[in-house]
């Protein structure tokens, strides 16, 4: 104990937090990290001892530190926003709201995946690991749903079907607190349904949408799906989107459209639902909308061809075709905008 004493102390909010600020990786039984140190790439924390970190570089280096953590010392951030914004969830809903947070933040860089860094549905690593939470297997789901029982209001975790879902989508509302999530499964693709919702926070009308519409975006592409958004984004790495999680959930879309009408003024518009009888009951109520503000003139349609019925879809079955589609979809648009300019100056 006393020998302990001497090493250097680093002090860290949580766990999660040191390891995203030590850029640590999983490397199975530990994490390798930078040494705080001499910042190579280097040391390593073991899991079965978190309080520890050693540099690897014994001739160079070979620094051992103790990490302090202060969780249980002082109240996290979140929780004090939840406790203004959320009075009606319990201390223990807070607590699984937050550390759910936090897991999904580090596990986005942290975690290692086979499946987002091998072409996920024709993704890319870095299109997928921006948007998508790989659990890795059931054990780290179990212990996923174990921990957020108290705002699911059922424990899965002893659910094998509902274990397998590894893949997470989360949702943010406008002030970055989790919402929900969407579930899939790349232990087994197979199962059905291919995705399972939840709410991650009880205490309110929880988004049904995913939106991100950079400021240097000409095009914002409306999906029926995250999916279906991430594929237009693999061709268009400045595209926006606004994401249903259903085709029959256009409501809080529409609002959206409503209350902020200047934010498509400049853009142009891709409805691009899936080509079946859902999709195109979604597309006339999203047109709709769009046209009530005076943004028709701005929206074409994505057209879709050799069977393919979404995006993510065609993305995967004719990546070429895909790209080709999108390129003369929003091109025609821009040629259409132009030609009732030059009229109208005429």
């Keep these: 104990m006393h020998k302990q004493s001497l090493y250097k102390r680093l002090v860290y909010q949580n766990i999660e937090n040191a390891l995203d600020e030590l850029n640590a990786e999983d490397k199975g039984r530990y994490y390798i990290c930078n040494c705080p140190e001499c910042n190579e790439h280097e040391a390593f924390i073991y899991k079965n001892n978190t309080n520890f970190i050693q540099c690897n570089r014994e001739n160079h280096c070979g620094e051992r530190m103790l990490l302090q953590f202060q969780e249980k010392k002082s109240l996290h951030p979140e929780i004090g926003k939840m406790q203004e914004t959320y009075p009606s969830l319990s201390d223990d809903q807070k607590e699984a709201l937050t550390w759910s947070m936090r897991l999904f933040s580090f596990a986005k860089t942290g975690f290692k ?178 046209e009530k503000e005076g943004l028709g003139e701005n929206v074409s349609l994505f057209r879709y061809s050799d069977g393919y019925q979404d995006a993510n879809e065609f993305l995967q079955g004719n990546r070429e075709q895909f790209t080709k589609r999108y390129l003369q979809d929003t091109n025609q648009l821009e040629q259409t905008k132009q030609n009732v300019n030059e009229i109208s100056l005429s």
């Design 113 to 290: 995946s086979e499946a987002l860094d091998n072409g996920y549905r024709g993704l890319s690593k870095e299109t997928a690991r921006k948007h998508i939470v790989d659990l890795q297997n059931k054990e780290v789901a179990k212990y996923f749903f174990k921990k957020t029982s108290s705002l699911l209001g059922k424990d899965y975790s002893n659910n094998s079907w509902m274990c397998k879902r590894n893949l997470v989508f989360s949702l943010y509302d406008k002030s970055n607190i989790l919402d929900r999530v969407l579930l899939r499964s790349s232990i087994d693709p197979t199962l059905e349904p291919k995705e399972i919702q939840l709410i991650m926070n009880p205490s309110k009308d929880t988004k049904d949408f995913f939106i991100e519409i950079p400021e240097e975006t000409k095009t914002v592409v409306f999906s029926e799906s995250l999916l279906d958004a991430l594929s237009f984004r693999e061709v268009d790495e400045h595209c926006g989107f606004i994401a249903l999680t259903g085709a029959s959930k256009t409501r809080q879309v529409q609002a959206y459209i409503r209350e902020n009408k200047d934010t498509f003024t400049d853009k142009h518009i891709l409805v691009a639902m899936d080509d079946d009888k859902a999709g195109w009951k979604a597309t006339r109520k999203l047109v709709f909308a769009l």
